[in-house]
């Protein structure tokens, strides 16, 4: 079945489930899990030639990016672990986190995609989209959602 299965967390509470959920399915098809994170690259909120006073320098933010996908991905290997399923960690940097989580499956050639749904719907689901869908609609590989 499958041998390489991404679990992408934002680090919440229902996220986490679905990593320990993705986790289960793994071990009893003998996978492996890639744990990804994608923090939320600033360059795109910068506008012509304003750049904010408070702005982080690029090693800033490269630091506080690895810091955070470190905090994050610390669950996802610790569950991975306790379990005894292989686990490999992975970042990127990115505006649209479902271009991330595509990308991240391609590059760790991964077969298939593990991730929560956080389930928006009406205005909130309008106003800022799901990367659950997004995801859905533009992965080359399978994807399992949990809800």
Same mark, same amino acid.
């Given at each position: 079945?499958? !041998?390489?299965?991404? &679990?992408?967390? @934002? =680090?919440? @509470?229902?996220? !986490?489930?679905?990593?320990? #959920? ?5 071990? %009893? ?7 990804? $994170?994608?923090? *939320?690259?600033?360059?795109?909120l ?7 006073? %408070?702005? &982080?320098?690029?090693?800033? $933010?490269? *630091? ?6 470190? #905090? ?5 290997? !610790?569950?991975?672990?306790?379990? =005894? ?13 479902w271009?991330?989580i595509?990308?991240?499956a391609? #590059?760790? !050639?991964? @077969?298939?995609? $593990?991730?929560?749904?956080?389930g928006?719907?009406?205005? =909130?689901?309008?106003?800022? =989209? ?13 994807v &399992?959602?949990y809800?």
């Amino acid at each position: 079945m499958f !041998k390489r299965i991404l &679990l992408p967390t @934002d =680090g919440s @509470d229902l996220s !986490k489930k679905a990593v320990k #959920k993705g986790i289960e399915f793994a071990k %009893s098809i003998g996978a492996t899990v890639v744990g990804f $994170f994608s923090p *939320e690259d600033y360059r795109a909120l910068m506008y012509s030639e304003y750049i904010p006073p %408070s702005l &982080l320098s690029q090693e800033e $933010f490269e *630091e506080n990016a690895r810091k955070a996908a470190e #905090k994050n991905l610390a669950f996802v290997e !610790k569950t991975a672990g306790a379990a =005894g399923v292989k686990y490999e960690g992975f970042f990127l940097t990115s505006i649209a986190p479902w271009e991330a989580i595509i990308e991240a499956a391609k #590059k760790k !050639k991964c @077969d298939c995609i $593990f991730m929560a749904s956080h389930g928006r719907t009406g205005l =909130g689901a309008l106003v800022l =989209g799901s990367q659950t869908t997004k995801v859905l609609t533009h992965s080359k590989v399978p994807v &399992l959602v949990y809800r």
